[in-house]
């Protein structure tokens, strides 16, 4: 859930609105700390086996529970994207990947979490012994012509990627 401050996590005085840097943001007036309120880094992948079909799930957890996504989530404190991305395909799915490229970052506000920075990687497939964690209803691979509504404009984005870099 988004965080929202209303008093400074350093001195506990209480938060004011404030203008700074061309936007109004919540601010302590007595030392200063500003609630920047930045954007949460989130990994998608999009893992492609060698005859060329795409690895999607079906979602356990909002948001889009019980809707179709490629697998992916937050990345870690200190930890690089493109190391988030495998960590989460194979704590997902069981799937060990090879990232390929970038595939685009997005922005994407939920009610949950706020706003999002999504980043996307396409990624070959190493070994494909799928099973799934509490996250995941289900995983399958499919051909890029049978991916069914995908209601994430930042994947579906990624896979017309994919499509086009793997065919």
């Known amino acids: 859930m988004k965080k929202v401050f209303k008093y400074c996590p350093f001195c506990k005085c209480k938060l004011c609105k404030v203008s700074a840097e061309g936007r109004i943001r919540l601010a302590c007036k007595k030392c200063g700390w500003i609630n920047y309120n930045n954007p949460l880094p989130v990994v998608v992948c999009a893992a492609v086996r060698s005859d060329k079909k795409i690895l999607i799930v079906k979602r356990n957890h909002e948001p889009g529970k019980n809707k179709w996504s490629l697998p992916g989530g937050f990345i870690e404190y200190d930890e690089k994207p493109e190391k988030a991305c495998l960590r989460e395909l194979k704590e997902e799915t069981g799937v060990e990947g090879e990232i390929i490229k970038l595939a685009g970052v997005y922005l994407r506000r939920v009610n949950i979490y706020g706003s999002l920075i999504v980043i996307g990687y396409l990624s070959n497939v ?13 995983a399958k691979f499919v051909d890029g012509n049978d991916i069914p509504y995908i209601p ?3 994947h579906r984005r990624i896979i017309k990627h994919a499509i086009s870099v793997f065919n």
């Open 152 to 154: 994430f404009y930042a």
């Open 126 to 138: 190493i070994k494909e012994n799928i099973h799934i964690n509490n996250e995941i209803k289900e």
